[in-house]
Protein backbone atom coordinates (compact mmCIF):
# COMPACT_ATOMS: atom_id res chain seq x y z
CA UNK A 1 0.00 0.00 0.00
CA UNK A 2 1.92 2.77 -1.70
CA UNK A 3 0.17 5.80 0.49
CA UNK A 4 0.96 3.87 4.23
CA UNK A 5 4.68 3.81 2.71
CA UNK A 6 5.02 7.69 2.57
CA UNK A 7 3.07 8.35 5.40
CA UNK A 8 5.48 5.92 7.17
CA UNK A 9 8.18 8.41 5.36
CA UNK A 10 6.69 11.99 6.03
CA UNK A 11 5.49 11.17 9.47
CA UNK A 12 9.01 12.16 10.99
CA UNK A 13 9.78 15.23 8.38
CA UNK A 14 7.99 18.47 7.81
CA UNK A 15 7.77 18.58 4.41
CA UNK A 16 8.72 22.54 4.10
CA UNK A 17 12.13 21.79 5.70
CA UNK A 18 13.62 19.77 3.14
CA UNK A 19 13.86 23.17 0.92
CA UNK A 20 15.23 24.71 3.81
CA UNK A 21 18.30 22.39 4.87
CA UNK A 22 21.00 24.01 3.17
CA UNK A 23 24.96 25.00 4.24
CA UNK A 24 26.28 28.24 4.26
CA UNK A 25 29.96 29.45 4.02
CA UNK A 26 32.01 31.64 5.31
CA UNK A 27 32.24 34.69 2.82
CA UNK A 28 31.47 38.47 3.10
CA UNK A 29 30.81 38.88 -0.21
CA UNK A 30 26.94 39.65 0.37
CA UNK A 31 24.62 39.25 -2.12
CA UNK A 32 21.22 39.55 -0.12
CA UNK A 33 20.74 40.60 3.65
CA UNK A 34 18.05 39.79 5.86
CA UNK A 35 17.75 41.93 9.32
CA UNK A 36 21.08 42.68 8.71
CA UNK A 37 22.50 39.39 8.41
CA UNK A 38 23.96 38.62 5.15
CA UNK A 39 23.66 36.06 2.56
CA UNK A 40 26.67 34.98 0.71
CA UNK A 41 27.68 34.69 -3.23
CA UNK A 42 29.75 31.30 -1.46
CA UNK A 43 26.54 30.23 0.05
CA UNK A 44 24.05 30.98 -2.91
CA UNK A 45 26.42 28.82 -5.01
CA UNK A 46 26.34 26.17 -3.02
CA UNK A 47 22.83 25.78 -2.65
CA UNK A 48 22.19 26.50 -6.27
CA UNK A 49 24.65 23.56 -7.40
CA UNK A 50 23.37 20.96 -4.27
CA UNK A 51 19.83 21.44 -6.20
CA UNK A 52 20.84 21.73 -9.61
CA UNK A 53 22.94 18.38 -9.56
CA UNK A 54 19.79 16.60 -8.27
CA UNK A 55 17.20 17.67 -10.04
CA UNK A 56 15.51 15.82 -13.20
CA UNK A 57 17.01 18.60 -15.60
CA UNK A 58 20.55 17.13 -14.76
CA UNK A 59 19.62 13.66 -14.70
CA UNK A 60 18.18 14.29 -18.41
CA UNK A 61 21.60 15.75 -18.90
CA UNK A 62 20.53 19.46 -19.07
CA UNK A 63 23.33 21.69 -17.35
CA UNK A 64 21.16 24.38 -15.24
CA UNK A 65 24.68 26.30 -15.03
CA UNK A 66 25.79 26.67 -18.06
CA UNK A 67 23.73 29.70 -19.22
CA UNK A 68 22.67 31.94 -15.98
CA UNK A 69 20.58 34.18 -18.16
CA UNK A 70 18.35 30.92 -18.97
CA UNK A 71 14.64 30.56 -18.35
CA UNK A 72 15.39 27.13 -16.45
CA UNK A 73 18.35 28.94 -14.55
CA UNK A 74 16.67 32.32 -13.89
CA UNK A 75 13.28 29.75 -12.22
CA UNK A 76 15.96 27.83 -10.07
CA UNK A 77 18.02 31.16 -9.07
CA UNK A 78 14.37 32.24 -7.88
CA UNK A 79 13.77 29.69 -6.04
CA UNK A 80 16.94 29.16 -4.57
CA UNK A 81 17.54 32.63 -3.33
CA UNK A 82 14.09 32.39 -1.62
CA UNK A 83 14.52 29.39 -0.28
CA UNK A 84 18.48 31.01 1.66
CA UNK A 85 15.94 34.27 2.77
CA UNK A 86 13.45 31.90 4.40
CA UNK A 87 16.47 29.36 5.72
CA UNK A 88 17.87 33.00 7.20
CA UNK A 89 14.82 34.24 8.74
CA UNK A 90 13.84 30.93 10.63
CA UNK A 91 17.46 30.65 11.69
CA UNK A 92 17.16 34.38 13.34
CA UNK A 93 13.56 33.35 14.76
CA UNK A 94 15.54 29.91 16.73
CA UNK A 95 18.13 31.50 18.00
CA UNK A 96 15.99 34.23 19.31
CA UNK A 97 14.14 31.79 21.20
CA UNK A 98 17.21 30.11 22.17
CA UNK A 99 16.02 26.82 20.69
CA UNK A 100 18.56 23.94 21.00
CA UNK A 101 18.62 20.26 20.26
CA UNK A 102 20.22 17.66 22.94
CA UNK A 103 21.75 14.49 22.11
CA UNK A 104 18.32 13.18 23.15
CA UNK A 105 16.40 14.98 20.62
CA UNK A 106 18.92 13.65 18.10
CA UNK A 107 19.16 10.26 19.45
CA UNK A 108 14.83 9.68 19.44
CA UNK A 109 14.06 11.56 16.05
CA UNK A 110 16.80 8.95 14.03
CA UNK A 111 15.01 6.23 16.47
CA UNK A 112 11.82 7.13 14.98
CA UNK A 113 13.27 7.34 11.44
CA UNK A 114 15.27 3.92 11.29
CA UNK A 115 12.15 2.26 12.91
CA UNK A 116 10.06 3.73 9.52
CA UNK A 117 12.70 2.66 7.12
CA UNK A 118 12.80 -0.80 9.14
CA UNK A 119 16.50 -1.03 10.00
CA UNK A 120 19.80 0.74 10.44
CA UNK A 121 21.14 -1.33 7.42
CA UNK A 122 18.31 -0.20 4.88
CA UNK A 123 18.81 3.31 6.39
CA UNK A 124 22.20 3.77 5.80
CA UNK A 125 21.54 2.00 2.09
CA UNK A 126 19.35 4.67 1.90
CA UNK A 127 22.03 7.62 2.61
CA UNK A 128 24.12 5.87 0.30
CA UNK A 129 21.84 5.86 -2.93
CA UNK A 130 20.65 9.33 -2.66
CA UNK A 131 24.58 10.19 -1.81
CA UNK A 132 23.93 11.95 1.49
CA UNK A 133 26.58 11.50 4.13
CA UNK A 134 26.42 10.90 7.88
CA UNK A 135 27.57 13.58 8.66
CA UNK A 136 25.35 16.12 6.73
CA UNK A 137 22.18 13.74 7.44
CA UNK A 138 23.01 14.45 11.42
CA UNK A 139 23.28 18.09 10.11
CA UNK A 140 20.62 18.19 8.64
CA UNK A 141 18.23 16.25 11.33
CA UNK A 142 19.25 18.38 14.11
CA UNK A 143 18.02 21.80 11.37
CA UNK A 144 15.09 19.92 11.21
CA UNK A 145 14.35 19.14 14.89
CA UNK A 146 14.87 22.53 15.78
CA UNK A 147 12.13 23.57 13.31
CA UNK A 148 9.97 21.40 14.55
CA UNK A 149 10.52 23.05 18.02
CA UNK A 150 9.71 26.33 16.70
CA UNK A 151 6.50 24.90 15.49
CA UNK A 152 5.41 23.72 18.70
CA UNK A 153 6.53 27.11 20.34
CA UNK A 154 4.24 28.77 17.63
CA UNK A 155 1.15 26.46 17.74
CA UNK A 156 -0.43 23.01 19.13
CA UNK A 157 -1.61 20.64 16.72
CA UNK A 158 -3.90 17.56 17.36
CA UNK A 159 -5.15 15.51 15.12
CA UNK A 160 -8.10 13.48 16.65
CA UNK A 161 -9.35 9.42 15.86
CA UNK A 162 -12.26 10.78 14.22
CA UNK A 163 -9.67 12.72 12.13
CA UNK A 164 -7.91 10.00 11.16
CA UNK A 165 -10.69 7.99 10.15
CA UNK A 166 -11.96 10.59 7.73
CA UNK A 167 -9.05 10.87 6.10
CA UNK A 168 -9.01 7.04 5.95
CA UNK A 169 -12.65 6.86 4.36
CA UNK A 170 -12.08 10.02 2.17
CA UNK A 171 -8.67 7.95 0.54
CA UNK A 172 -10.05 4.30 0.96
CA UNK A 173 -8.60 3.47 -3.04
CA UNK A 174 -5.04 4.36 -1.29
CA UNK A 175 -5.02 2.01 1.08
CA UNK A 176 -6.28 -1.06 -1.07
CA UNK A 177 -3.69 -4.42 -1.66
CA UNK A 178 -3.28 -5.76 -4.83
CA UNK A 179 -2.05 -9.89 -4.46
CA UNK A 180 1.39 -9.85 -3.35
CA UNK A 181 4.41 -12.21 -3.01
CA UNK A 182 7.01 -12.60 -1.32
CA UNK A 183 10.23 -14.34 -3.22
CA UNK A 184 13.65 -14.38 -2.67
CA UNK A 185 16.29 -14.74 -5.97
CA UNK A 186 19.56 -15.13 -7.04
CA UNK A 187 20.61 -12.98 -9.80
CA UNK A 188 23.84 -14.02 -12.70
CA UNK A 189 24.07 -10.23 -13.87
CA UNK A 190 24.06 -10.34 -17.56
CA UNK A 191 22.59 -8.09 -20.77
CA UNK A 192 23.92 -8.98 -24.14
CA UNK A 193 23.75 -4.75 -25.33
CA UNK A 194 25.89 -4.04 -22.02
CA UNK A 195 27.98 -7.20 -22.72
CA UNK A 196 28.71 -5.92 -26.42
CA UNK A 197 29.74 -2.39 -25.31
CA UNK A 198 31.54 -3.25 -22.54
CA UNK A 199 33.77 -6.18 -25.07
CA UNK A 200 33.62 -3.50 -27.69
CA UNK A 201 35.68 -0.86 -25.69
CA UNK A 202 37.85 -3.44 -24.78
CA UNK A 203 39.09 -7.08 -25.99
CA UNK A 204 36.74 -7.08 -28.78
CA UNK A 205 38.61 -3.38 -30.20
CA UNK A 206 39.54 -4.81 -33.52
CA UNK A 207 36.51 -6.99 -33.97
CA UNK A 208 33.69 -7.71 -36.76
CA UNK A 209 30.65 -7.12 -36.21
CA UNK A 210 30.19 -11.07 -36.51
CA UNK A 211 33.28 -12.01 -34.25
CA UNK A 212 31.21 -9.19 -31.95
CA UNK A 213 28.51 -11.36 -31.28
CA UNK A 214 29.82 -14.45 -31.14
CA UNK A 215 31.84 -13.19 -28.07
CA UNK A 216 28.60 -11.71 -26.53
CA UNK A 217 26.55 -14.85 -26.89
CA UNK A 218 29.34 -17.21 -25.40
CA UNK A 219 29.72 -15.11 -22.14
CA UNK A 220 25.93 -14.61 -22.01
CA UNK A 221 26.22 -18.88 -22.28
CA UNK A 222 28.99 -18.59 -19.83
CA UNK A 223 26.59 -16.58 -17.32
CA UNK A 224 23.41 -18.63 -17.69
CA UNK A 225 25.79 -22.21 -17.31
CA UNK A 226 26.41 -20.47 -13.73
CA UNK A 227 22.80 -20.05 -13.25
CA UNK A 228 22.30 -23.78 -14.15
CA UNK A 229 24.73 -24.74 -11.91
CA UNK A 230 23.66 -22.94 -8.58
CA UNK A 231 19.96 -23.64 -9.58
CA UNK A 232 21.49 -27.09 -9.25
CA UNK A 233 22.78 -26.71 -6.04
CA UNK A 234 19.65 -24.88 -4.39
CA UNK A 235 17.26 -27.78 -5.46
CA UNK A 236 19.90 -30.14 -4.08
CA UNK A 237 19.28 -28.29 -0.72
CA UNK A 238 17.11 -25.60 -0.80
CA UNK A 239 17.28 -24.64 2.47
CA UNK A 240 21.17 -23.59 1.57
CA UNK A 241 19.07 -20.94 -0.29
CA UNK A 242 19.78 -17.67 1.59
CA UNK A 243 23.36 -18.76 1.97
CA UNK A 244 23.86 -19.45 -1.42
CA UNK A 245 22.18 -16.33 -2.39
CA UNK A 246 24.44 -14.26 0.26
CA UNK A 247 27.62 -15.73 -1.75
CA UNK A 248 26.90 -15.55 -5.31
CA UNK A 249 24.26 -13.27 -6.56
CA UNK A 250 24.69 -10.19 -8.14
CA UNK A 251 21.75 -8.29 -6.55
CA UNK A 252 24.31 -7.60 -3.87
CA UNK A 253 21.49 -5.67 -1.56
CA UNK A 254 19.12 -8.26 -1.55
CA UNK A 255 21.90 -10.71 -0.94
CA UNK A 256 22.42 -9.08 2.09
CA UNK A 257 19.22 -10.50 3.46
CA UNK A 258 19.53 -13.80 1.67
CA UNK A 259 18.06 -12.94 -1.66
CA UNK A 260 15.10 -11.85 0.18
CA UNK A 261 12.86 -9.13 -1.86
CA UNK A 262 10.00 -8.47 0.51
CA UNK A 263 6.33 -8.33 -0.70
CA UNK A 264 5.67 -7.06 -3.78
CA UNK A 265 3.03 -6.36 -6.76
CA UNK A 266 3.36 -7.50 -10.04
CA UNK A 267 3.66 -4.21 -11.18
CA UNK A 268 6.64 -3.81 -9.07
CA UNK A 269 8.97 -6.48 -11.25
CA UNK A 270 10.09 -6.56 -14.83
CA UNK A 271 7.02 -8.87 -16.65
CA UNK A 272 9.33 -12.34 -16.94
CA UNK A 273 10.28 -12.28 -13.05
CA UNK A 274 6.26 -11.15 -12.32
CA UNK A 275 4.83 -13.49 -13.92
CA UNK A 276 7.05 -16.52 -12.87
CA UNK A 277 6.93 -15.56 -9.36
CA UNK A 278 3.06 -15.23 -9.42
CA UNK A 279 2.54 -18.41 -11.01
CA UNK A 280 4.42 -20.10 -7.83
CA UNK A 281 3.29 -21.52 -5.04
CA UNK A 282 5.27 -20.90 -1.40
CA UNK A 283 7.94 -22.66 -0.81
CA UNK A 284 8.78 -23.64 -4.51
CA UNK A 285 11.77 -22.67 -6.97
CA UNK A 286 11.54 -21.62 -10.15
CA UNK A 287 13.84 -22.51 -13.32
CA UNK A 288 16.14 -20.25 -14.44
CA UNK A 289 14.72 -17.38 -15.41
CA UNK A 290 15.67 -14.79 -17.94
CA UNK A 291 15.06 -10.72 -17.54
CA UNK A 292 17.04 -7.59 -18.93
CA UNK A 293 19.45 -7.93 -15.98
CA UNK A 294 20.19 -11.41 -16.31
CA UNK A 295 19.72 -14.84 -15.21
CA UNK A 296 17.54 -15.36 -11.91
CA UNK A 297 16.50 -18.17 -9.67
CA UNK A 298 13.20 -17.80 -7.29
CA UNK A 299 12.04 -18.93 -4.34
CA UNK A 300 8.63 -18.09 -2.99
CA UNK A 301 8.13 -17.97 0.41
CA UNK A 302 4.73 -16.40 1.17
CA UNK A 303 1.50 -14.89 -0.80
CA UNK A 304 -0.71 -12.46 0.39
CA UNK A 305 -4.43 -11.75 -0.95
CA UNK A 306 -5.26 -8.61 -2.13
CA UNK A 307 -7.36 -6.66 0.31
CA UNK A 308 -7.60 -3.02 2.28
CA UNK A 309 -5.07 -2.07 5.07
CA UNK A 310 -7.46 -1.62 8.48
CA UNK A 311 -8.08 1.24 9.84
CA UNK A 312 -5.65 0.33 13.09
CA UNK A 313 -2.95 -0.45 11.64
CA UNK A 314 -2.34 2.71 9.67
CA UNK A 315 -4.17 4.97 11.90
CA UNK A 316 -1.32 6.16 14.01
CA UNK A 317 0.69 6.67 10.59
CA UNK A 318 -2.32 9.41 9.05
CA UNK A 319 -2.36 10.79 12.20
CA UNK A 320 1.53 11.45 11.88
CA UNK A 321 0.90 12.55 8.45
CA UNK A 322 -2.37 14.90 8.96
CA UNK A 323 -0.01 16.26 12.19
CA UNK A 324 2.87 17.25 9.91
CA UNK A 325 0.64 18.92 7.43
CA UNK A 326 -1.08 21.30 9.90
CA UNK A 327 2.83 21.69 11.26
CA UNK A 328 3.55 22.96 7.57
CA UNK A 329 1.06 25.22 7.42
CA UNK A 330 1.81 26.92 10.59
CA UNK A 331 5.13 27.35 9.84
CA UNK A 332 4.09 28.81 6.33
CA UNK A 333 1.99 31.08 7.48
CA UNK A 334 4.66 31.84 10.30
CA UNK A 335 7.29 32.29 7.30
CA UNK A 336 4.59 34.23 5.82
CA UNK A 337 4.61 37.12 9.13
CA UNK A 338 8.39 37.07 9.23
CA UNK A 339 8.36 37.76 5.83
CA UNK A 340 6.25 40.91 5.25
CA UNK A 341 8.23 42.27 8.42
CA UNK A 342 11.64 41.88 7.32
CA UNK A 343 14.12 43.95 5.94
CA UNK A 344 15.77 42.38 3.13
CA UNK A 345 18.17 44.20 0.79
CA UNK A 346 19.37 43.02 -2.38
CA UNK A 347 23.18 43.93 -2.15
CA UNK A 348 23.67 42.59 -6.03
CA UNK A 349 19.98 43.54 -8.20
CA UNK A 350 20.34 40.31 -9.89
CA UNK A 351 19.38 38.49 -7.20
CA UNK A 352 16.28 40.94 -6.80
CA UNK A 353 13.23 38.54 -7.44
CA UNK A 354 11.37 41.42 -9.01
CA UNK A 355 14.46 41.11 -11.75
CA UNK A 356 14.51 38.11 -11.91
CA UNK A 357 10.34 37.64 -12.50
CA UNK A 358 11.05 40.27 -15.17
CA UNK A 359 13.63 38.32 -17.07
CA UNK A 360 11.45 35.40 -16.78
CA UNK A 361 8.44 37.15 -18.21
CA UNK A 362 9.87 38.65 -20.72
CA UNK A 363 11.39 35.37 -22.21
CA UNK A 364 7.72 33.81 -21.64
CA UNK A 365 6.39 36.44 -24.32
CA UNK A 366 8.93 35.87 -26.46
CA UNK A 367 8.12 31.95 -26.18
CA UNK A 368 4.67 31.22 -25.14
CA UNK A 369 5.68 27.24 -24.07
CA UNK A 370 7.85 28.64 -21.54
CA UNK A 371 5.03 28.03 -17.94
CA UNK A 372 5.20 31.16 -15.86
CA UNK A 373 7.79 32.00 -13.08
CA UNK A 374 7.53 30.85 -9.98
CA UNK A 375 6.30 33.58 -6.56
CA UNK A 376 9.23 35.64 -5.44
CA UNK A 377 11.06 35.98 -2.11
CA UNK A 378 8.71 39.03 -2.11
CA UNK A 379 5.84 37.53 -2.51
Given at each position: ?????????????????????????????????????????A????????????????????????????????????????????????????????????????????????????????????????????????K???????????????????I????????Y????????????????????????E????K???????????????????K?????????????????????????????????????K????????????????F?????????N????????????????????????????????????????????????????D?????????????????Q????????QA?????L?????????
Amino acid sequence: MKLAKNLKMAASILAVSATLMICGCTNNNAVVTVNGDSITRAQYEKAFDAVANNSMFSQMGIDLKKDPNSFLHLMLKDRVINELIVKKLIDQEINKRHIKVSKEDMDKQLKSIIDKVGSKEKFNQLLKENGVSTAQFKKDLSDEVKIQKLVDTLSTVSISDKDAMKFYKENADKFKNPDKVRASHILVSANSEELKAKIAAGEGKNMTEEQLNAEVKKQMNAQKAKAQKLLAEVKKNPKEFAKIAKENSDDTQSAKQGGDLGFFGKEEMVEPFSKAAFAMKPNTISEVIETPYGYHIIMVTDRQKAGVEPFDKVKDDIKDFLTNQEKVKVLQQFVDTLKNNAKIEFKDPSFDPQNIQKALKEQAKNNPALMEGPKSARD
